[in-house]
C-alpha cells in the first residue's frame, strides 16, 4: 500500500469534519475509541496516523465539564511539541523535501496563521529565560531543518490553544479579562519546536497577549526536574527497561529481515541503519503523505514500515507488562508532579497565582507521567498531544476540592490508579485533590514495591 492509499484509508476511518479548522466549536472528533470504525486489531497505519494527529479533523473535547456549582480554580496543561520535521535522516537517501515557512495557501491552515507570525516578529528577548532567548519565535525555514515544527505542528497548537480558551476563558473565566503576569506558569525545554508550540498554543489561548505579561521559564530537563534529578534507582529502571527493549527486538526476525532489505535498498551495514532510527522519518513521509525514498537499488516501502510500526507496538505492550518502564516512571515524574500539586495546593488557599500553568515538552516527558499516573492503556503521545490537570472547588463546600485529568481531550480521571475505583463507592463526579496529594507525596514510592515513602529514599535505595 502507498502513502497516498494510507490517507485515503484514514478518511474513511477517522470521520472527517468538513469545518474549517477549529472555527466551530461545536465540531467534533472521535477520539474515545469506538468500535463501528475503530479497527478490532492494532492495525499499524491506523496507529501511525493518529500519531501523526493531522488537523483539519475537529475534535470533541470533554475539558472542562463539570456540575454548575463547580468552579474552576486552575488549569495545568502538558503537551507534547507539534508535528515536526525528523531528527534523523535514513542514510544515503534524500531527506523529504517539506517547507517548515508559514504559509495561508497551504494546509493545514488555521484562521490564526497569519497574525500568529505577525505577533511572534514583535516578541522580544525580554520574555524568555536564556538560552530561550536566542531561539526563533516561529519555524521560517523553506526546508525544514532536523527537528524543526512544521506548519501543521503550528496549527495543532493553534487549535489547542482556541480549544482551551473557548472553554477555559470564555465559557469559565479562569483568567479576568486584565490578567496579569503571575497568572500563568510558562515553562519550555530549550529546543525550538517546544518554545513554538508553547507560543502557538498561547497565542491560541490569549490571542495578541501583551509581550510584557509573558515569560517562558526554560527547563534543561526533558523530565522537567531540575533540581532534583539526581536519582540512581530511576537510571537503574531505564537500563534494564532498555536491556528488555533489546531483547524483544532480537527476538523478531522480521524486524531484522526488514532493516537488513532496507539496508540494501540503501547501501549502508544493517547496524547503521538500525541506528539512523528510520521510523522517525519514515512517520514524517505518512504524515506528510512524501513518498517514501526510493535509490537504484529499489524503494522503501509500506511493507517495511508496517513490520516496524507493528514492533512498536507491540514493545509498548511488553512495556506495560513488564513494569520496568513503570518504575522509571514513577521516579521520573514525580519532581513535575510535586510542582503541581503544589501549584495546585497554594491555589486551594485562594492565592490567585499561576492559574494556568503550561509545560510544553516532550514524548519523553508525557509519557512517564502517564505511566505513573496509572494510565498505561493511553496511546503513546501523539504530536501536540496534550494531558490536562484541571482543579475544582465545591461552591457548595468550599473547602473541597477536585481534580480532572484529560488526555486529547478524553476524561481518564477514573484511570488514574488513585482514583481508580472512587466513581464506584462516591457519587462525586471528580477526584478529590487528596488522592493526587496522597499519590504523589507518598503512594507512588509504596507502588515501586520497597520500603521507601519519599523521593530521596526511593531514588537511593541500596541493593535494588
Ligand atoms: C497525496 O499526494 C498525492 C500526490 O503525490 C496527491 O495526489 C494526493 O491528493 C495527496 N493526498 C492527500 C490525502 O493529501
Ligand atoms: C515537592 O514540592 C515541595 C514544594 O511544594 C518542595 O518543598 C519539595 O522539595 C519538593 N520535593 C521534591 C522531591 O521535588
Not at 503537551?79 to 534523523?88: A, E, N, Q, V, W
Not at 501583551?210 to 540512581?232: E, M, N
Not at 520496568?324 to 495546593?345: C, D, E, F, V, W
Not at 503550561?358 to 505511566?371: I, K, Q, R
Request: proline share 7%; aromatic share 10%; hydrophobic share 35%.
Amino acid at each position: 500500500m502507498d502513502v497516498l492509499t494510507a490517507l485515503l484509508l484514514l478518511v474513511h476511518l477517522i470521520p472527517v469534519s468538513t469545518a474549517k479548522n477549529g472555527v466551530s466549536s461545536k465540531s467534533r472528533k472521535r477520539i474515545m475509541p469506538d468500535p463501528v470504525t475503530e479497527p478490532p486489531v492494532t492495525d499499524p497505519v491506523y496507529e501511525a496516523l493518529l500519531y501523526c494527529n493531522i488537523p483539519s479533523v475537529a475534535e470533541r473535547s470533554m475539558e472542562g465539564h463539570a456540575p454548575h456549582h463547580f468552579k474552576l480554580v486552575s488549569v495545568h496543561v502538558f503537551i507534547r511539541h507539534g508535528d515536526r520535521y525528523p531528527l534523523y535522516v535514513i542514510p544515503k537517501t534524500k531527506r523529504p523535501e517539506i517547507d517548515c515557512t508559514l504559509v495561508a495557501n497551504r494546509k493545514p491552515y488555521h484562521p490564526k496563521l497569519e497574525a500568529f507570525v505577525s505577533h511572534m516578529s514583535k516578541g522580544s528577548g525580554a520574555s524568555f529565560e536564556s538560552p530561550l532567548n536566542s531561539l526563533p519565535l516561529y519555524p521560517n525555514h523553506p526546508l525544514c531543518e532536523m527537528g524543526e515544527l512544521t506548519q501543521t505542528g503550528v496549527v495543532q497548537h493553534l487549535q489547542n490553544g482556541q480549544l482551551l480558551r473557548d472553554i477555559y476563558l470564555k465559557k469559565h473565566k479562569l483568567l479576568p479579562n486584565d490578567w496579569s503576569a503571575d497568572q500563568l506558569y510558562l515553562e519550555t525545554t530549550g529546543k525550538s519546536r517546544t518554545l513554538q508550540s508553547g507560543l502557538a498554543l498561547l497565542y491560541g489561548f490569549l490571542p495578541d497577549f501583551d509581550w510584557k505579561k509573558i515569560y517562558f521559564r526554560h527547563q534543561p530537563s526533558a523530565l522537567f526536574c531540575s533540581g532534583t534529578c539526581y536519582c540512581p534507582v530511576r537510571n537503574q529502571y531505564l537500563e534494564k527497561e532498555q536491556r528488555r527493549q533489546y531483547l524483544l527486538r532480537l527476538k523478531n526476525s522480521q524486524l531484522e529481515k526488514t532493516y537488513g532489505e532496507m539496508a540494501k535498498i540503501v547501501d549502508v551495514p544493517t547496524k547503521q541503519l538500525r541506528a539512523a532510527n528510520p521510523i522517525d522519518s519514515m512517520l514524517c513521509h505518512l504524515c506528510h503523505n512524501v513518498s517514501f525514498p526510493c535509490t537504484r537499488n529499489g524503494c522503501v516501502d509500506m511493507e517495511h514500515f508496517k513490520v516496524i510500526k507493528t514492533h512498536q507496538i507491540e514493545d509498548e505492550r511488553e512495556r506495560r507488562e513488564k513494569k520496568l518502564y513503570l518504575g522509571y516512571s514513577l521516579l521520573g515524574a514525580h519532581p513535575i508532579l510535586n510542582q503541581t500539586i503544589g501549584r495546585m495546593q497554594r491555589a486551594t488557599e485562594g492565592r490567585k497565582e499561576e492559574l494556568f500553568a503550561l509545560y510544553s515538552a516532550h514524548d519523553v516527558t508525557l509519557s512517564p507521567v502517564l505511566s505513573a499516573l496509572g494510565l498505561s492503556e493511553a496511546r503513546f503521545p501523539r504530536f501536540a498531544a496534550r494531558l490536562i490537570f484541571e482543579l475544582w472547588q465545591d461552591r457548595e463546600k468550599p473547602n473541597e476540592h477536585s481534580v480532572r485529568i484529560l488526555y486529547n481531550g478524553v476524561d481518564v480521571t477514573f484511570h488514574t490508579s488513585f482514583c481508580q475505583d472512587h466513581h464506584k463507592r462516591s457519587p462525586k463526579p471528580m477526584c478529590p485533590l487528596e488522592n493526587l496529594v496522597r499519590f504523589v507525596k507518598r503512594d507512588m514510592f509504596v507502588a515501586l514495591g520497597g520500603s521507601s515513602t519519599n523521593y530521596y529514599d526511593a531514588c537511593h535505595r541500596e541493593g535494588f
